[in-house]
């Protein structure tokens, strides 16, 4: 088993995450390594790592060159782990090491993909969670995946899984869609979040704020769509217009120069969005192919392979 934690500027949490994970892993008999991916911390972080490498050969650490952010820091531990089942969790004790054991009898019941849902945040405020929720209401609407609401990147996954997710090599990344979207046999496992143990979260309004926009657009088309419908919308109206503005001409009540002023501003103007709807399918499509997605996976084959 693989335990995947990337960690920013977390010096005062390092030490009880590892405390608490270890003796989480004592009582399970089974081989582990705790994989922690430094995403270019400023703090002691490396120190402390650099320290835990050489007193406990379970821990690993991968140090990154610069801060990457959370999902790609948890990419890079997850390519690099090597058992056959991989857990992927926060440094800072809000993803309880207490509940790894549950995470590993399920994957031993036969899930291929435990996925945790918070239930409640104490640390978080009434805004946090008003607009987590309607968040995951747009997403949900928006996008052909369903993305557990209150999911977080604390979870199980087969290492069959793992080998599919390495061939998603998307950049911007919102991994629990992806994993959403990756199939297999998924089950959720509630949980409460506590608060920090130590330190402050490393997410500001603003990076939350792209992470949210990352999720829309790494799994939705619908804002680009938005613009052909209102193309067509718009279009549909200026020939109404168009209709209108021939009638007030025919019957004279029109000023000399409104109706040809008239006419060209409607038909531009519909013509115009209807076309920028169009080039948004392209480029819906353009980014359907740059993500370079596998086309297809298998979760099983059957039968004996023929020479
Ligand atoms: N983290 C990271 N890179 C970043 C930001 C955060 O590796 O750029 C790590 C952080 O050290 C922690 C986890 O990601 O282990 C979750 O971050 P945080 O607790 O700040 O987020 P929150 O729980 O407030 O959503
Ligand atoms: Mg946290």
Same mark, same amino acid.
């Given at each position: ?228 419908? $209102?193309? +067509?919308?718009? /279009? !549909?109206?200026?020939?109404? =217009?168009? #209709?209108?503005?021939? @009638? ?16 060209? $501003?409607? +038909?531009?103007? /519909? !013509?115009?969005?209807?076309? =920028?709807? #169009?080039?948004?399918? @392209? ?18 084959? +059957? ?5």
């Amino acid at each position: 088993m693989s335990i995947v934690v990337p960690v920013y500027n977390e010096q005062l949490n390092i030490e009880k995450f590892y405390e608490e994970a270890t003796k989480a892993v004592a009582g399970l008999d089974m081989d582990y390594e705790i994989i922690f991916v430094d995403d270019g911390s400023k703090d002691t972080t490396p120190l402390i790592l650099s320290r835990l490498t050489q007193q406990d050969a379970h821990v690993r650490a991968l140090i990154l060159a610069r801060n990457f952010g959370h999902q790609l820091a948890i990419t890079c531990g997850m390519d690099h782990a090597k058992g056959d089942a991989i857990i992927t969790m926060d440094g800072d004790l809000q993803h309880p090491p207490a509940m790894i054991p549950d995470l590993v009898q399920k994957w031993r019941e036969g899930y291929d993909v435990v996925q945790t849902v918070r239930k409640a945040t104490d640390d978080a405020g009434f805004l946090k969670r008003l607009t987590s929720k309607w968040y995951y209401i747009i997403l949900n609407a928006m996008s052909p995946v369903h993305i557990t609401p209150g999911g977080s990147d604390f979870r199980l996954i087969d290492k069959r899984v793992l080998e599919t997710f390495m061939r998603f090599r998307e950049h911007d990344r919102f991994i629990r869609g992806m994993i959403g979207d990756i199939g297999y046999k998924q089950t959720t496992l509630s949980f409460i979040a506590p608060r920090r143990y130590a330190g402050k979260s490393k997410f500001s309004g603003r990076k939350m704020l792209h992470f949210a926009l990352d999720g829309i657009t790494a799994f939705s088309k619908t804002p680009l769509r938005i613009s052909f419908y $209102v193309g +067509l919308l718009s /279009g !549909l109206l200026s020939v109404l =217009m168009i #209709i209108h503005v021939l @009638y007030c001409h025919i019957t004279g009540q029109a000023a000399p120069g409104w109706t040809t002023t008239m006419i060209v $501003v409607c +038909l531009m103007g /519909g !013509l115009q969005l209807i076309f =920028m709807g #169009i080039i948004g399918e @392209y480029i819906g499509r353009i980014f359907e192919e740059v993500k370079q997605r596998p086309l297809y996976w298998l979760r099983a084959e +059957l039968g004996q392979k023929k020479d």
